[in-house]
């Protein structure tokens, strides 16, 4: 009689579950990329602005790195109160409130006309979007079981390499718009890059549903065999968890495996906003003579490696319902990314170090978000992914300030980008120290 359920329950979710979950990705994910594209090409337009702004507004290394740093400072001052917020108003209005805010502090930034007027404009940006991430990450876990996830999640990430890629090509053809109605080059990217947010936070407004229960394109039918699917994951979930979950939502935060996973996004975050911060003007480095949209060309080769990568270690991931090993591996690879580009005086070493470092960062940053929902009940979850995302997002002010300043003190990237592959091969080890709670999720599948 058990096999006889099992079988039928297979059956199901290779059938029904199978066709509702690819219907939720032909609705969701596309639009949802688009979304974080536009919030990640204001978050990373200022290292392009950088390329002009720094002389215009008589920026050092440091400056600029505390300017990029201050952005984030804001961001995870407001991030885990905003995140309490969606549940509470719904992903229909609050993540197009945060996208038309951000996207009216993004474009301000072109009145920027010294350092601290640029630390103010940053920081106002930073408090608009701060949320949209973790905002989204939650919002996930409401539509894709976790059997789903990480692919659902390694395309949502693929919009950061996706806007490093075309951002790159982009800014540095709007960078040669300099003069153009009198305008600088830099303030044209800050306004031609903000304001689409603004028309996608009016668009998200009436295109998002809060959960499935509200989702009008569902069937009856579909809806049914979505919200158990959830139901039953979150159950299995519920069985596996530990005790932390026992002691209310502050001890389930505050858990070993929930800070474990905190220090290890830190270190992709470093990683990861010195890849957006400062590759520019380490490519300008390899080319000294290269022009702008030369620059740009060159500099958006490592996030297209990535863009081919991850959509596939997503797949193998769910297939093989593993998650330790697709996290270390890709994180190994951006470390040894870091040290080539420190370490290789030849451009084309230097070359492929930054392809390794796109490619294993954003791998194992798809992969990585489908870990918390495994440690942290469903009311946890706003404040736990929050969290996380706070914790690591501190690499966002240690990584720009920590290599502006070496290489204003060395006079080249190298120590700097050294740390960078110390921080997040130390990442590598706290996701070995994270407690295999169950089969599926830290370890191998049984063959």
Wanted: hydrophobic letters at 50%; proline letters at 5%; aromatic letters at 12%.
């Amino acid at each position: 009689m058990g096999n006889e359920r099992e079988v039928k329950v297979a059956t199901e979710f290779s059938g029904d579950e199978d066709a509702v979950v690819r219907k939720v990705y032909r609705r969701l994910v596309w639009f949802l990329i688009l979304l974080f594209i536009c919030s990640y090409l204001d978050r990373i337009n200022i290292s392009f602005a950088a390329l002009a702004m720094n002389k215009d507004l008589n920026l050092t290394a440091t400056m600029f790195g505390l300017a990029s740093s201050i952005f984030y400072v804001a961001y995870i001052a407001a991030e885990i109160p905003s995140n309490m917020m969606m549940p509470r108003f719904g992903a229909r209005i609050w993540i197009p409130r945060i996208m038309i805010t951000w996207g009216l502090a993004s474009a301000a930034t072109m009145f920027a006309t010294g350092p601290y007027s640029l630390y103010a404009l940053r920081a106002l940006t930073g408090l608009a979007e701060a949320g949209f991430m973790p905002g989204i990450l939650l919002y996930l876990t409401y539509w894709f079981p976790s059997s789903y996830r990480a692919r659902a999640t390694a395309f949502f990430i693929m919009a950061q390499p996706i806007t490093i890629m075309f951002g790159s090509s982009l800014s540095g053809l709007i960078l040669d718009m300099h003069g153009f109605l009198g305008l600088a080059g830099w303030k044209w990217l800050f306004l031609l890059e903000g304001l689409p947010a603004v028309v996608l936070g009016v668009i998200a407004y009436f295109y998002l549903a809060d959960r499935p229960e509200t989702a009008k394109w569902l069937s009856p039918r579909e809806r049914e065999v979505l919200l158990g699917a959830l139901a039953r994951d979150e159950a299995n979930t519920q069985k596996s968890r530990s005790v932390a979950s026992q002691g209310g939502i502050f001890r389930e935060v505050m858990s070993p495996p929930v800070l474990l996973l905190a220090f290890t996004y830190l270190g992709l975050v470093v990683s990861l906003i010195t890849n957006s911060t400062w590759v520019p003007q380490i490519v300008r480095a390899v080319v000294p003579d290269g022009s702008f949209a030369t620059i740009g060309l060159i500099a958006a080769i490592p996030p297209f490696a990535a863009i081919l990568t991850m959509s596939f270690w997503g797949k193998h991931s769910d297939r093989h319902q593993e998650r330790r090993w697709h996290i270390v591996l890709p994180m190994s690879l951006a470390a040894l990314g870091w040290l080539c580009v420190a370490l290789l005086d030849n451009p084309t070493g230097r070359l492929i170090g930054l392809v390794f470092c796109a490619v294993g960062t954003f791998s194992a940053q798809g992969i990585f978000w489908t870990l918390p929902a495994t440690f942290l009940s469903t009311e946890a979850r706003p404040i736990g992914i929050a969290m996380i995302n706070t914790i690591g997002m501190l690499g966002t002010t240690v990584g720009p300030i920590a290599v502006g300043w070496l290489k204003d003190y060395t006079g080249t990237f190298a120590a700097g980008l050294v740390f960078v592959a110390g921080c997040i091969l130390l990442g590598t080890v706290c996701v070995f120290a994270i407690p295999r709670e169950r089969k599926g999720i830290l370890q191998p599948a049984a063959v």
